[in-house]
């Protein structure tokens, strides 16, 4: 068989909360109900996808559900949806990950036939076409939360099978930033196996880390919180056998493949930085507001039902006082709220106010006042790591030396103390300034 065409999605974390929203927005009304329903809308796209394409194997690589959750309607609907790809005549291949690991399924739900799930060893299956081997699918799943073991070196190619042959796996490959590092190894060990292509799970973030052989994450199907953000979904691959060379046995072709992302989360997330250099009205800060989400929406793709931003607002402005009052954010919020009805609505996650005020510095460093000389100190401070410790390291000390506050804080780096020390800038002028 020269082409393979299949589906490889990952980390659905179905009947996963959202992270990070307001009380307000995680109750009752529109947005919560999206939210509530935007991992299975992603989920029974995936499916409407295979049922539409018709591809010759499904494959999840990990994640599919949360330990923590046991969710019994996750794991129905999955089983639900396999049902209706077995009524579709396509394969589906399930690995399990660190947070679905093998120990914390339903043992009562009975699986249809069409459905392989792999265990806690590398497991082989072929996927036949015409009554030929078409492709070798390999995985394994974890057994257990915390699974450190190289599970790479596992797996080897099974020469006796001349087609197609994946590997499936949740692990975190060398040189991915991902905090919690489950089933490590590095891109050689998966290149060492001999296996055509690779479908992993694990980082939320699509990645092609190499086209021959293929080694993808596909990413998550829907984004969670405000730093994974920007269209999620699936890749749709497919994989065409280059020509034999003449005396070449078919164990010495290779495969090269072409990954289509499709789009499957409804709900979007996205940062947005506006610079207030200059603004001086409330009513351009309104108006610079609602342009830049109405553009953000407008670069949505089809498919996205909600958008949820975090905008930051940043730069010189005599507005800097007003835009830091609390119920001022809150009244610019609610006018925004008009933008919810749109096609995608659009709601802001958060406010998050970085101005300054917008007063002539150099002239403020030559005063010889209380905050000229504050300035001029932040400003020594500021390019000096020594004076910027000596005046901060015996303020900070208590914090650190405090029997509780110890164990939870952590000594800040330098672009943190430059960020408490720009902070700092902007208090005392407001204080002994501005107001």
């Not at 905008?311 to 609390?326: E, F, P």
Request: aromatic share 6%.
């Amino acid at each position: 068989m020269d082409v393979v065409r299949y589906i490889h999605a990952a980390d659905l974390h179905l009947d996963t909360p959202f992270r990070g929203l307001s009380r307000e927005a995680a109750q009752g009304g529109h947005l919560a109900r999206l939210l509530h329903e935007a991992t299975f809308k992603a989920l029974d796209r995936l499916f409407r996808l295979c049922e539409t394409e018709k591809p010759d194997f499904l494959v999840l690589a990990g994640d599919v559900y949360n330990e923590e959750d046991r969710s019994v309607k996750a794991q129905l609907r999955l089983r639900d949806g396999c049902l209706r790809l077995r009524d579709a005549g396509v394969r589906v291949f399930i690995a399990h990950g660190n947070h679905d690991p093998l120990n914390s399924l339903l043992s009562s739900i009975r699986w249809p036939d069409n459905v392989t799930i792999f265990g806690p060893e590398v497991e082989r299956h072929v996927v036949e076409k015409n009554g030929k081997a078409l492709a070798v699918v390999h995985g394994i799943s974890h057994a257990k939360a915390r699974e450190g073991r190289n599970l790479a070196r596992l797996f080897r190619r099974e020469f006796e099978q001349p087609c197609f042959q994946l590997g499936v796996m949740h692990c975190t490959v060398d040189g991915e930033t991902k905090a919690d590092r489950y089933a490590p190894c590095s891109l050689d060990d998966l290149k060492d196996t001999g296996l055509d292509a690779w479908a992993l799970g694990h980082v939320h973030e699509r990645r092609t880390l190499s086209q021959e052989p293929f080694v993808a994450y596909s990413g998550n199907s829907q984004g969670l919180h405000v730093n994974e953000a920007g269209p999620r979904g699936c890749l749709l691959v497919t994989a065409r056998a280059e020509n034999l060379q003449a005396g070449q046995s078919d164990t010495a072709s290779s495969w090269q493949c072409q990954a289509d992302f499709v789009r499957l989360g409804p709900v979007q997330w996205t940062t947005l930085d506006l610079d207030m250099n200059g603004i001086e009205q409330l009513d351009q800060v309104e108006n610079r507001l609602v342009q830049s989400l109405d553009q953000a929406a407008a670069d949505t793709d089809p498919g996205c039902e909600a958008l949820l931003a975090r905008v930051r607002l940043y730069g010189s402005t005599s507005l800097d006082a007003i835009l830091r009052d609390s119920n001022n954010q809150e009244d610019l919020l609610e006018r925004l709220g008009h933008l919810a009805s749109g096609t995608p609505g659009v709601w802001v996650k958060d406010l998050r106010i970085d101005t300054i005020p917008a007063i002539d510095h150099v002239q403020y460093l030559q005063r010889e006042d209380l905050l000229g000389e504050t300035l001029r100190m932040a400003q020594r401070m500021s390019e000096s790591h020594e004076a910027l410790q000596e005046v901060a390291g015996p303020a900070l000390a208590p914090l650190f030396t405090h029997g509780q506050l110890r164990k939870i804080l952590a000594q800040p780096d330098d672009t943190q103390m430059q960020a408490l020390l720009d902070e700092a800038q902007r208090l005392c002028t407001d204080l002994l300034e501005v107001r």
